[in-house]
């Protein structure tokens, strides 16, 4: 009797640590599709500066915001591609951080939730004998 | 109920992450496993298979432009044209000065360039493509025997288990 609230006990505590453990993995496959998405966004940003930095002083720059097509100073357009690009990496960076906590968690949850499978087995198994 | 959903969980924690096995451990592995590394493999060759083929469309259009470019190079100022509005809408119109092509170079920003520039820009971004796409065969072509190297030890070991036939 006391037994088999325990073992229900411990299938709860299991049940609930194995879903946490689905979060944590949810959330590591976001990481990695934002970090794509940054990643693909860095490398656009890395080839127009080095367009930019290819043209003479007196090339016409043009951004095209919304449906206009707006003329840009040469200067202040390598500017804002630098600034994205320092942007990008620093979110980059931040989410790498992020990405080493959330996997040491995964990995420690999984310890977690290997060790109460056993204690419920040999709980079940010790029931079975008895 | 809670065991089956044990080995289910055990086996995922077991489970390959790693990258390739080196070919002796591939026999010490159960046929689950292999299964999944064989998965694995299969899902990453079918990821770049589809990278290549991007890249392959990106080469085409870009080779499109540079004909584009080409042929307008060939026109003279002052030629009468027409001028696509929409999918669907064309206006007649004269061609302007041929010499200046506004170049998209990504996020937004479009470059004016000279003619022999323009086409300059399209050879290199060409020349880009082609080195990226014979860099990512090589990566593709690796893991693809990879992957059929599994797929042969798991055929092996799946007649190994039943040899009556």
Not at chain 1, 42 to 68: H, Q, R, S, T, Y
Request: aromatic share 4%; hydrophobic share 35%; proline share 2%.
């Amino acid at each position: 009797m006391a037994s088999s609230t325990a073992l229900r006990e411990l299938q709860r505590d299991l049940e609930n640590k194995a879903n946490d453990l689905s979060k944590l993995q949810k959330d590591i496959a976001k990481n990695h599709q934002v970090r794509k998405k940054y990643t693909i966004q860095l490398g656009e940003n890395e080839l127009v500066l080095k367009e930019l930095e290819l043209l003479n002083e007196d090339a016409n720059v043009f951004k095209l915001i919304g449906p206009v097509l707006v003329k840009q100073d040469l200067a202040e357009a390598r500017a804002n591609v630098r600034k994205r690009i320092d942007y990008i990496s620093a979110e980059l960076k931040r989410l790498d951080a992020t990405l080493q906590d959330l996997e040491d968690k995964q990995k420690s949850k999984q310890e977690t939730v290997f060790k109460l499978q056993q204690k419920v087995q040999s709980f079940q198994a010790g029931k079975g004998k008895a | 109920m809670s065991s089956s959903k044990g080995i289910g969980i055990g086996g995922g924690v077991g489970g390959p992450k790693t990258t390739a096995p080196v070919a002796t451990e591939l026999d010490k592995l159960s046929v689950e496993q292999l299964r999944a590394v064989k998965e694995q493999a299969d899902l990453e060759v079918n990821l770049l298979q589809d990278s290549l083929n991007n890249i392959r469309t990106a080469t085409a259009r870009l080779d499109i432009a540079s004909n584009a470019l080409n042929d307008l190079s060939l026109r003279p100022q002052g030629k009468k044209m027409l001028v696509p509005l929409t999918a669907s809408l064309y206006v007649p119109g004269t061609l302007d000065d041929a010499d200046k092509v506004l170049v998209d170079v990504g996020t937004g920003y479009f470059i004016e360039k000279t003619m022999v520039e323009g086409k300059d820009y399209c050879e290199r971004k060409i020349n880009l493509l082609k080195s990226n796409y014979d860099q990512l065969l090589e990566v593709a072509t690796k893991k693809k025997s990879i992957a059929d190297e599994v797929g042969i030890v798991l055929q092996a070991k799946l007649r190994q288990l039943t040899p009556s036939q």
